[in-house]
C-alpha cells in the first residue's frame, strides 16, 4: 500500500515514531502529489488543503476544529496536533469502512470519537490550558510553577504551557473560540489573548 503524506517536520518525527507496518510505503509530499492508495494531510489547519483535487480516494486530514460536514465528502478526521500523533492510541473520525481498513493496514491503532469541534483530548486540553491562563493573568502563579503543579498533581506529560508550546497557541485559541461559539465555558481566557497578540 502506497500511503502519501503531507506533514510538518514535527508531524512527521511523531509519525515516524509509531511501529508502522514494513508493507506501507510512505511517499512524503513536498509539492507534487503522487498517485496513492490513500493520503495523510496532517498539515491541513496550519496551511489549508494539500489534495483538493483528490476527490475518490480516502483522504486523512487534521481537522481537530472542522466537523465533518465542513470538510469533503472523502476525507476522514485525525487529531495530528503536535504531542497527539505519537500517542498508543489516536483519535479519530472515520468516514466508511475503506478508511477503517487503511488505519489497520498501516497498523495505527485509533479510537473513534464524536464527530465534533475539539474530539474529545484536544478539547480537554485546550480547556485547561485556557483554566492555566485564567490563573495566570489572576497571578496564582507562574508559568513554569503551574506546569510543575499540574505535572507532579495529575502525572500529565507536559504542563499546560508547555501543551500550549507543543500544539501551537494559535491552534489553542482558534478551537476555543469555535467552542465559544455555543459554550461560554469555553470564553478565551484576556491572559491567553494578550500572549496571542505578542507573538503573532
Known sequence: MRIAIKATPQ???????????????LIWVETNVPDADAYFDL?????GSAFPDITHKTVFANAVIKASEELPLNFSRINAWNGFLQRDVIEVVLKDQLAKQILETIGFKYQEVPDIPGMIAPRTISMI??????A?????S???DIDIAMKLGTNYPYGPFEWSEKIGLHNIYRLL??????????WVAPALEQELKTIA
Open 11 to 25: 508531524q512527521k518525527e511523531e509519525w515516524l515514531s509509531k511501529q508502522i507496518s514494513t508493507a506501507i510505503e
Open 177 to 186: 473560540k469555535k467552542l465559544g461559539e455555543t459554550d461560554n465555558r469555553y
Open 43 to 47: 498539515s491541513f489547519e496550519e496551511y
Open 142 to 144: 507562574s508559568k513554569k
Open 129 to 134: 490550558i485556557n483554566e492555566a491562563y485564567f
Open 136 to 140: 495566570l493573568g489572576d497571578e496564582v
